[in-house]
C-alpha cells in the first residue's frame, strides 16, 4: 500500500505544530543550495511544491514571483504567517493537489519540488505535471531523500518504510523508478556531504534528441489561492 493524500494531509496537518523546530532545523541549509540551482532572473516565475510551512519562501529573491501549493492547511496556516510576517508580497499560496495542480501549461520558469516526491501517492505524475508547467528551457530542482544505491542499506530502507509512512513519507522511493517514462531527464545531481541522506537533482525536460539517444542504449538489470504575501 502506498501514500494516501487524504491521510498524508492530516499527518502533517499535526507536523505543523512542530516542523518549524525539528525537521525544518535540518534542510534549511539544503534550501539555499537548492535555490542557487535555478539561476533566478528578475521576473522569474516559479512553482514551489510542497511548499509546506514555507519555510523557503524567505530564501527567494524578491524580484521574483512564487507561488506555493500544498495540500495541508495546517502547514499552509504556517506559511500564510510567515508572508504577512516577513511582507512576502512576492509569494502566493495554493491549497491544492499538487498532482493536480489548478495551472496552465508552461505557467512557470523553474519549479522547486522540495522533500514533497515521497509523501504523495504518485510521484512520477507529480513530476510528469512539473514537466508539463514549466517553460522551455527551465529547471526542475528536486530535494529529497531517494533509495540508496547500495543494497544493504536500500533493504533497510525498505524494510523500514511502513514505520516511516506511518510519520508521513516513504523510504523507499528509487530516483530511477520516479523518471521511468517521464519525459524529463537528470541534467545533475549531488549531495551536500558523502553520508548526506538528502540529494538535490536537477531536471530538465527531454529532448527529442535525448529521447531518441535513449532509446538506442540497452537496458540494463540492475486549488484555491489561499494567502498573498501583502495582506
Not at 56 to 68: A, E, F, I, P, S
Request: proline fraction near 4%; glycine fraction near 6%.
Amino acid at each position: 500500500m502506498g501514500m494516501n493524500e487524504t491521510t498524508t494531509s492530516q499527518i502533517y496537518d499535526l507536523w505543523s505544530r512542530i516542523y518549524d523546530r525539528t525537521f525544518g532545523a535540518l534542510v534549511d541549509h539544503r534550501y539555499h543550495r537548492a535555490l542557487e540551482q535555478m539561476q533566478l532572473k528578475s521576473g522569474d516565475r516559479v512553482l514551489d511544491i510542497g511548499v509546506g510551512t514555507g519555510l523557503m519562501l524567505r530564501c527567494y529573491r524578491q524580484d521574483v514571483t512564487v507561488v506555493g501549493i500544498d495540500l495541508s492547511a495546517g502547514m499552509l496556516a504556517k506559511a500564510a504567517r510567515k508572508c504577512r510576517e516577513d511582507h512576502l508580497s512576492h509569494c502566493q499560496l495554493v491549497r491544492g493537489d499538487a498532482m493536480m495542480p489548478p495551472f496552465p501549461d508552461r505557467t512557470f520558469d523553474h519549479v522547486m519540488v522540495s522533500h514533497a516526491l515521497t509523501v504523495v501517492s504518485d510521484p512520477a505524475r507529480l513530476l510528469d505535471w512539473a514537466g508539463r508547467l514549466v517553460r522551455p528551457g527551465g529547471r526542475i530542482v528536486l530535494s529529497n531523500h531517494f533509495q540508496s544505491t547500495y543494497r544493504v542499506i536500500a533493504s533497510l530502507e525498505k524494510l523500514l518504510n511502513p514505520l516511516f509512512m506511518k510519520i508521513g513519507w516513504r523510504s523507499d522511493l528509487a530516483l530511477e523508478d520516479v523518471l521511468d517514462g517521464v519525459d524529463l531527464e537528470v541534467d545533475y545531481s549531488f549531495r551536500l556531504q558523502l553520508l548526506d541522506v538528502w540529494q538535490i537533482v536537477v531536471l530538465r525536460r527531454a529532448t527529442p534528441s535525448s529521447i531518441k539517444n535513449q532509446a538506442n542504449i540497452e537496458p540494463t538489470v540492475t486549488g484555491t489561492p489561499l494567502a498573498m504575501g501583502n495582506h
